[in-house]
């Protein structure tokens, strides 16, 4: 079972969880949404001190803005600090993928290596532009009418427009679709969405591809850093495949007959995949 913990951060504080002892590894969700990771953390091998959070944004955390990339990295290392762990692995899914490389460009000190899962990349534009072409082309083939409301809800909430309840109605038309076989993707589990929250992190990172922040910061990275991609994700692999290239040492994996989320539909191959990985560094 895990325990709850709270980080005094400025603006509030964070809520995180933590479960098992060893090597700490420090989860960031995607999104940026509720943390739905406690699948995720199931799957680690033993030995791993497993520390997830919710970013701030969202409940239970703190909502208080800023929500740009320098603020969730201050916040991640507070919570490593909190935690007490000097150095620890970061494993990032999507969006969170993405705010771990942000962080080994920043502090590398504080970092054993990174596993991004299904990551944004860090080569402008990431893939995002595919992801959402993608995602609306495999929706329309199914609902013309749906694939256009949802991608008219979707660049709203982008933009700061729009309601909370207008993203999570595109969220929902779209999540099938983030997976290999949308036929068989399991229910979309209870998710927060926040507007200014998503809107504000996207114009941090695209910010960031405009500075060249990771596209130069991680060519000095010396540490391990795994990929793990599923191969049919609406977010092309050829994103992971270029981040990949900036690091003589990078890895990485592709999952077959999995979309975004890996360790729903592929979990044994997820966690081959993952403690691989991590004795990469011993």
């Known amino acids: 079972m895990a325990d709850e913990f709270s980080v005094e951060v400025a603006g509030g504080s964070i809520v995180g969880w933590e479960t098992g002892s060893g090597t700490p590894l420090l989860v960031l969700h995607g999104g940026p949404l509720t943390d739905n990771t406690e699948s995720l953390v199931a799957l680690l091998p033993p030995g791993i001190r497993a520390i997830r959070y919710q970013q701030r944004g969202l409940p239970p955390s703190t ?3 800023p929500f740009d990339i320098e603020t969730h990295v201050a916040d991640a290392v507070r919570v490593l600090d909190d935690r007490g762990c000097e150095q620890a692995w970061l494993l990032g899914h999507s969006w969170g993928g993405h705010l771990a490389a942000h962080i080994a460009v920043a502090h590398p000190e504080r970092v054993l290596g990174v596993i991004a899962v299904d990551a944004l990349g860090t080569v402008p534009d990431g893939g995002w532009g595919a992801l959402d072409a993608n ?4 929706l329309e083939r199914n609902s013309p009418e749906d694939a256009e409301r949802a991608q008219i809800l979707d660049e709203r909430a982008m933009a700061g427009l729009g309601t909370d309840e207008d993203a999570a109605v595109s969220l929902a038309l779209v999540w099938p679709y983030y997976f290999a076989d949308p036929h068989t993707a399991p229910p979309l589990p209870h998710t927060d969405i926040s507007v200014p929250l998503y809107s504000a992190v996207v114009a941090s990172v695209l910010e ?7 596209e130069q910061g991680l060519r000095s990275f010396d540490k391990p850093f795994a990929l793990i991609h599923g191969e049919e994700d ?3 692999v050829d994103a992971s495949r270029a981040t990949a290239a900036l690091m003589p ?3 990485l994996e592709v999952i077959p007959d999995a979309g975004h989320l890996p360790w729903l539909e592929a979990p044994e191959d997820f966690r081959i995949a993952v403690a691989r990985a991590l004795s990469s560094a011993v």
């Open 63 to 65: 909502q208080a803005k």
């Open 135 to 138: 995602l609306f082309s495999r």
């Open 208 to 214: 960031h591809f405009r500075l060249g922040t990771l």
């Open 234 to 236: 609406p977010l092309p």
């Open 249 to 251: 040492a990078a890895t």
